[in-house]
């Protein structure tokens, strides 16, 4: 299940959606998550879904890997569909009465658009880091923060430790495995007993998981120090961000599918 958890992780490509300046490709994925809760509708989510599928599509990334980003939230998309389904009423007859638990057309359309909005949530944003890599993600988060740092905001340490918590993701995944194929080496009941039993279990896990995070932590800052890093202040940057006349046109095809999407309403209401 862990290996399935794939936030963070870059695959780097020559794609027009690896090529894109960083700025604009975060500026639209916020633009995307907005859409998602204003076309909430089965046409504006339909628009949506080709939407992020044809941009799977050019930047080549593998419909496995798609998955594997998404398994891990299946549980809780499973366990807001069954509360939607059960909990939400509706206007009509019910089509399905057990005891206190009725099923209406509603809940069920309900159930269907929140389950295809989380999964295009998770989708888009995760998009955003398999295309970018964390060093050119950091220099687009402090430049859309820029005009922060007229208020005395730290806005270059507020955008590296953004990155950086990003980027050891995958590698906490990775000790976490480690640390659990471990202890169930030595007879940890790790995935067996009750939910008490399993939670006392992780116990061995956590701890050297954390200790193991704060040396790392400990050891970045020291190399830092080490490289004379003092922040922002006089950086100066291999790669300058400057914006094409190709993400002009990107922006502008996706601002397009974004009205597309809002003009959805027009035809269904949003639920």
């Known amino acids: 299940m862990l290996r399935d958890i794939t936030i963070g992780q870059h695959f780097p490509g020559?794609?027009?959606?690896?090529?894109?300046?960083?700025?604009?490709?975060?500026?639209?994925?916020?633009?995307?998550?907005?859409?998602?809760?204003?076309?909430?509708?089965p046409l504006g989510l339909a628009i949506s879904t080709v939407f992020l599928?044809?941009?799977y599509g050019i930047s080549k990334i593998p419909l496995k890997l798609i998955a594997r980003s998404?398994?891990?939230?299946?549980?809780?998309?499973?366990?807001?569909a069954v509360l939607n389904?059960?909990?939400?009423?509706?206007?009509?007859?019910?089509l399905f009465q057990w005891w206190i638990f009725r099923i209406y057309p509603e809940s069920i359309e309900y159930t269907i658009?929140?389950?295809?909005?989380?999964?295009?949530?998770?989708?888009?944003?995760?998009?955003?880091?398999?295309t970018t890599s964390p060093i050119v993600l950091t220099d687009a988060i402090e430049r859309l923060l820029y005009p922060l740092s007229r208020l005395h905001l730290p806005v270059h340490e507020l955008?590296?430790?953004?990155?950086?918590?990003?980027?050891?993701?995958?590698?906490?995944?990775?000790?976490t495995e480690k640390i659990m194929n471990a202890q169930k080496a030595r007879g940890?009941?790790?995935?067996?007993?009750?939910?008490?039993?399993?939670v006392q279990a992780l116990i061995p896990v956590l701890i050297p998981l954390f200790i193991s995070a704060f040396r790392r932590a400990d050891e970045l800052?020291?190399?830092?120090?080490?490289?004379?890093?003092?922040?922002?202040?006089?950086?100066?940057?291999?790669?300058?961000?400057?914006?094409?006349?190709?993400?002009?046109?990107?922006?502008?095809?996706?601002?397009?599918?974004?009205?597309?999407?809002?003009?959805?309403?027009?035809?269904?209401?949003?639920i």
């Open 14 to 41: 020559n794609s027009p959606v690896h090529t894109m300046d960083p700025r604009v490709k975060i500026l639209l994925t916020i633009a995307y998550i907005v859409m998602l809760f204003i076309g909430s509708n």
């Open 53 to 55: 599928a044809l941009l």
């Open 70 to 80: 998404i398994k891990p939230i299946l549980p809780i998309i499973a366990f807001t």
């Open 85 to 94: 389904l059960f909990l939400l009423s509706g206007s009509g007859e019910p």
């Open 113 to 130: 658009i929140m389950a295809v909005r989380i999964i295009c949530l998770i989708a888009g944003t995760s998009l955003l880091t398999y």
């Open 159 to 175: 955008a590296m430790m953004m990155t950086i918590a990003l980027r050891f993701i995958p590698t906490l995944i990775e000790e």
């Open 188 to 198: 940890a009941q790790l995935d067996s007993g009750t939910l008490k039993q399993r």
């Open 221 to 270: 800052a020291m190399a830092m120090e080490c490289r004379c890093y003092h922040g922002g202040e006089g950086r100066t940057r291999l790669k300058q961000l400057r914006l094409r006349a190709s993400d002009v046109v990107y922006g502008l095809i996706c601002a397009v599918v974004f009205v597309l999407i809002g003009l959805s309403n027009l035809w269904f209401p949003s």
